[in-house]
């Protein structure tokens, strides 16, 4: 999408003469031939294909026409391929004007904005400050300056009210933006209108919450009249009232729906009225005691993606209710996510979970529920940062354990990276061993930078799994691999990134189904060529074996392997 930055409407073109390496003339709509013996030129075109040649150029390179003749100015300004796509992009030299440098930089953006209302589909308004850069004290545009930008920034979008407005999307990331409802009811005279972004960036980092779209309630409230052919709304805001819920369930078209606040969101189990919306992201930096009140995934038919992130999260009651909560931070609760997305050639579904404290919040099951993934859709299952306990795999009271058993029946693919246990002691082990004899479909099991201690007691609940095809332990410390009937059947073993000196001897004689072993990234690790021909020679069927160059060693006869 070409910006435009540094200008608006061009000068007046009385008197224009030659600029450029054009000539001026030519007039009229249809061109004209050159005189006899004389090349014709670029004047002489007809306005649709002089037109179609601009649109080809490029607007920014095509900037300097107006300035050659009236006729080229007309048709630069009606050539509607060249105005499809307008940015408007607000910079910290922007920011930093004065006040009446400022309104007459904005006033030059909105008489653009008019003038090509009924042929731009695509408008963005862009501008926020650099990270840091509003609280640095550096000489760049303060806070203060930036709130300026973003009040002038929403009076911006009246100009595309106007009539036959062709626009399909608008997207307005600017810092410190306040919507009025003026400018939300010129927004609901869009009759075309797709897609409507509101709020700056959407990067969830707790330091930079500052800047968000202010919606007050009229504002928030006009949102239900917008076009009925709305199919996306993005709304990042610093609260937002409760007035939107049911504005925004007036919009029956929605397939994608962000509500990102820092404020708690209101209560959402209306949206359950949302029956054609696909895709659901709702985040708040801080929780009330009660948590983010999602609606019911279950009764929205339509959902394929989910995504849930604040400091609490309320699960339905249907499952024995709770709340999801993080905890990683013993002073307060830190931000959790939940995450629910459906494979695009089938109906299996991954969900994952982030910073959740498993011995403190909801059950598994609950929480699945919460993610439209309680049903037995559930094929892939993510934990990341989570705190993990064997408590928090029972069943919810009153829910009987083949309910769980046949949520978990289609789970093929179990990945575990970065817990921990409650229990500094066994206590992965003894959430394996909980967990993996409830999963009869799991084929795949993986874990990176969890501590394993290569115990016995990781055999046993390796062992409780049903037969692995393939099984990942990467960067968990491990100085030895146990032994068990874990390894039978096994196709790909992932041991990089640990602490083994040798080759795990149970591997030559109970792994023989391998075809994928990879031992990179342990440093401690010291082959033979001679010990790499054995192991190719006890595995027949390897066809992959991962190695660190600076692992393979002389042999004893002191040849090079």
């Not at 100009?159 to 410190?176: I, K, M, N, Q, Y």
């Not at 009025?180 to 700056?200: I, N, T, V």
């Not at 609940?461 to 032994?483: E, F, N, Q, R, V």
Request: hydrophobic residues 40%; contains cysteine.
């Amino acid at each position: 999408m070409e910006g435009i930055s540094g200008w608006g409407l061009p000068p007046g073109v009385e008197g224009a003469s030659a600029q450029g390496g054009f000539v001026s003339g030519g007039g009229g709509s249809g061109g004209g031939g050159g005189e006899a013996g004389t090349p014709a030129g670029m004047q002489d075109l007809p306005d649709e294909l002089l037109g179609a040649v601009l649109a080809l150029v490029g607007r920014e390179e095509g900037r300097a026409l107006p300035a050659v003749s009236r006729r080229f100015c007309r048709v630069f300004w009606s050539t509607a391929p060249l105005w499809r796509q307008l940015r408007i992009a607000i910079d910290h030299t922007v920011a930093g004007l004065t006040d009446a440098e400022l309104a007459c930089w904005f006033e030059g953006r909105q008489r653009l904005l008019q003038r090509v209302a009924g042929m731009a589909q695509r408008v963005e308004i862009a501008g926020e400050p650099e990270p840091d850069v509003h609280r640095s004290g550096d000489g760049l545009p303060g806070e203060g300056q930036w709130a300026r930008v973003g009040w002038r920034a929403a009076a911006l979008l009246a100009g595309l009210d106007r009539p036959g407005a062709a626009v399909e999307s608008v997207t307005v990331r600017v810092w410190g933006l306040r919507l009025s409802w003026a400018e939300a009811a010129a927004l609901c005279r869009l009759p075309r209108l797709q897609r409507l972004w509101l709020g700056p960036s959407d990067e969830f980092d707790e330091e930079l919450f500052e800047g968000r779209c202010q919606l007050p309630a009229t504002a928030a409230s006009a949102l239900g009249q917008l076009s009925a052919m709305l199919q996306v709304l993005c709304l990042i805001v610093d609260c937002l009232p409760s007035t939107a819920v049911p504005a925004i369930c007036r919009l029956a078209g929605l397939t994608q729906l962000t509500l990102d606040s820092s404020a708690p969101l209101p209560s959402l189990q209306r949206l359950e009225d949302l029956r054609q919306l696909q895709m659901l992201r709702l985040q708040e930096l801080y929780s009330n005691p009660e948590g983010l009140r999602p609606p019911d995934p279950g009764l929205m038919p339509a959902l394929v993606t989910l995504q849930m992130v604040a400091r609490r999260i309320q699960v339905p009651e249907r499952s024995g209710g709770g709340i999801v909560r993080g905890c990683i931070d013993p002073k307060e609760d830190s931000v959790c996510a939940l995450e629910m997305f459906q494979c695009m050639c089938c109906d299996n579904r991954t969900l994952q979970l982030r910073g959740v404290c498993m011995q403190h919040s909801a059950c598994l099951l609950a929480i699945m529920d919460a993610c439209g993934v309680g049903q037995g859709q559930l094929e892939h299952l993510q934990l990341q940062r989570c705190h993990v306990a064997a408590e928090g795999l029972k069943p919810p009271p009153g829910v009987s354990a083949e309910r769980q058993q046949q949520a978990l029946s289609h789970l093929t693919i179990l990945e575990v990276s970065g817990c921990f246990p409650v229990e500094a002691e066994g206590g992965m082990e003894d959430f394996l061993h909980h967990l993996l004899p409830q999963l009869p479909g799991m084929r795949s099991l993986a874990f990176e930078r969890c501590e394993l201690d290569g115990s016995p007691e990781l055999a046993e609940a390796l062992g409780s799994s049903p037969p692995l095809l393939s099984l990942s332990l990467t960067s968990c410390g491990l100085d030895s691999l146990p032994a068990g009937p874990y390894l039978e059947g096994l196709e790909e073993l992932r041991l990089g990134a640990n602490r083994l000196a040798e080759v795990p001897p149970c591997l030559t004689a109970c792994a023989t189904s391998l075809t994928i072993l990879d031992l990179g990234g342990n440093a401690e690790l010291a082959v033979t060529e001679g010990a790499v021909e054995g192991i190719l020679l006890q595995l027949p069927r390897l066809h992959h074996l991962g190695l660190n160059w600076s692992s393979l060693s002389n042999d004893e006869d002191g040849s090079e392997a």
